[in-house]
């Protein structure tokens, strides 16, 4: 949880420096929307906030489209998930490797899934939740 706050942190940092740096804001693309909503309200009006996957998309299997690829490209940073919640999200970025990224569960330690074929197992979409992301 340290770690999470101290990543979000040095974004808060970082795109005021890139923002004056260039006349275009600092652009940040996420991998959905819950992402996105978080990275706006941090960086306010200093970023450009866009999500590659639109609000009710089905995150896990997202076929990415050539427009995701622009945006991706355009990009200071792109923000992902982990914990397998994005499983397209790996080749997508493996052609991005020039462009910053950070995993916004690493070093968490994730809730599992209680119930159900996937029980035990972590549970990606437990701190989307702003209940649940007082205990992530």
């Known amino acids: 949880m340290k770690l999470r706050k101290q990543l979000w942190c040095m974004l808060v940092l970082l795109i005021p420096m890139f923002s004056e740096a260039t006349e275009d804001k600092f652009k940040v693309i996420t991998t959905f929307t819950v992402i996105a909503d978080i ?3 941090i960086a306010g009006n200093a970023a450009i906030v866009q999500s590659i996957t639109k609000p009710n998309a089905e995150i896990h299997n997202y076929q990415v489209t050539p427009g995701d ?6 990009a200071d940073l792109v ?16 052609n991005l490797d020039s462009i910053p990224s950070v995993i916004v569960t690493e070093n968490i330690k994730p809730l599992s899934i209680s ?7 972590p549970n990606p ?6 209940k649940m992301q007082l205990f992530t």
Not at 69 to 74: E, G, H, L, Q, S
Not at 80 to 87: I, K, Q
Not at 115 to 121: D, E, L, R
């Open 115 to 121: 119930k159900g074929p996937y029980s035990g197992k």
């Open 79 to 94: 923000l992902y998930n982990g914990l397998n919640l994005e499983l397209w999200f790996e080749k997508f970025f493996n």
């Open 125 to 130: 979409h437990a701190w989307m939740s702003t």
């Open 39 to 41: 990275a706006q309200n």
């Open 69 to 74: 690829i622009r945006k991706a490209y355009d």
